[in-house]
């Protein structure tokens, strides 16, 4: 299932005011409890694997599985964050790729996107919640990430932490692994959602072992 809540309308503006990951994260399990009616398999990357990370927080019994792609729970994590935007330009200085798939998503048009590059910025300045904040979500979960962007001992870290945790890390990508290498990625995600826990001969640094 994927889903855009709330649904955009004609009249939606990305200047209506702040956003929080905790507003979205709550915004997340409505969806799950109003869409779905049962636990869901969440995945999520960058700023979604930060949403879908609370809710395996905060709402562990809507979570079936957890996927974060590229995303880390804390500032210092991040090897680079976004920045707000220096000046007027219509691309924030952003690649190119973004902002189109940006324009052609957003019911606010190009023109918008440095007031929500602003907003992220903002919220990637401060720490969502510790490292071992997901130690408390009992299901299945998988770490996908870029050799780079995002510190891999951020990464190692969130997958100590997980009583079920999965850690994969792709070679030669950044934080636009998504486009990268998107059959790796997607054969991963798929892997994880289509099959059972592999059996394990020899664990050892798992934090469920």
């Not at 979205?24 to 700023?47: F, K, N, R, W």
């Not at 300045?125 to 299901?139: I, N, Q």
């Not at 998107?182 to 072992?209: C, H, W």
Request: hydrophobic fraction near 45%.
């Amino acid at each position: 299932m994927a889903a855009r809540w709330p649904p955009p309308t004609p009249s939606s503006s990305a200047d209506t005011g702040p956003f929080t990951m905790e507003q979205m994260s709550a915004d997340a399990a409505a969806v799950i409890e109003s869409v779905a009616g049962e636990p869901a398999h969440l995945v999520g990357y960058s700023a979604g694997g930060i949403v879908a990370a609370l809710v395996a927080i905060r709402r562990p019994e809507l979570v079936h599985s957890l996927i974060i792609i590229s995303s880390a729970l804390r500032a210092d994590d991040w090897i680079v964050r976004p920045q707000t935007p220096a000046n007027d330009a219509a691309d924030a200085g952003y690649p190119a790729v973004i902002v189109d798939r940006y324009a052609r998503l957003s019911p606010d048009g190009r023109e918008h996107f440095p007031v929500i590059v602003r907003k992220v910025a903002e919220l990637a300045a401060h720490d969502v919640a510790p490292t071992d904040a997901l130690t408390s979500y009992p299901g299945r979960a998988l770490i996908v990430t870029a050799d780079d962007f995002v510190t891999l001992e951020s990464q190692i870290a969130l997958y100590r932490s997980l009583p079920c945790g999965e850690l994969a890390v792709v070679p030669g990508t950044s934080h636009l692994l998504l486009l990268e290498k998107p059959r790796q990625v997607t054969s991963l995600v798929r892997d994880f959602l289509e099959n059972a826990p592999p059996v394990l001969f020899a664990p050892i640094g798992r934090a469920g072992s």
